[in-house]
Nanobody, 124 residues
Framework: QVQLVESGGGLVQPGGSLRLSCAAS????????MGWFRQAPGMEREFVAA????????AYADSVRGRFTIFRDNAKNTIYLQMNSLKPEDTATYYC?????????????????WGQGTQVTVSS
């Protein structure tokens, strides 16, 4: 399994931007499709975005498409989530995820490894 550590969360005003990072351990990082999920208090963990091993394919939840961008740097064993035009409803703990297979992780059962999470709060 791959070990994942997120960073970059914080407090931001509505309309602002944040960039989350997820650093992975191990020399097989480029063999994993990766993703981001989020979980708000009292809610189920939900899919946000995913990216294929070579970055050739990405997928987004309807709620973030056009505002968030997922990308990765395999040389640095890191994936990122650039979040623009943030809204209060984006407030949640954001989790980095490595897929169980080569398919994009769009459901929690598609995930083999989770990071510890990073808090994002959008509030004025």
């Amino acid at each position: 399994q791959v070990q994942l550590v997120e960073s970059g969360g914080g407090l931001v005003q509505p309309g602002g931007s944040l960039r989350l990072s997820c650093a992975a351990s191990g020399r097989t990082f480029s063999s994993y499709a990766m993703g981001w999920f989020r979980q708000a208090p009292g809610m189920e963990r939900e899919f946000v975005a995913a990216i294929s091993r070579s970055s050739s394919t990405t997928a987004y939840a309807d709620s973030v498409r056009g505002r968030f961008t997922i990308f990765r740097d395999n040389a640095k064993n890191t994936i990122y989530l650039q979040m623009n035009s943030l809204k209060p409803e984006d407030t949640a703990t954001y989790y980095c995820a490595a897929a169980r297979s080569t398919l994009l992780p769009r459901r929690t059962r598609d995930v083999g490894s989770w990071g510890q999470g990073t808090q994002v709060t959008v509030s004025s």
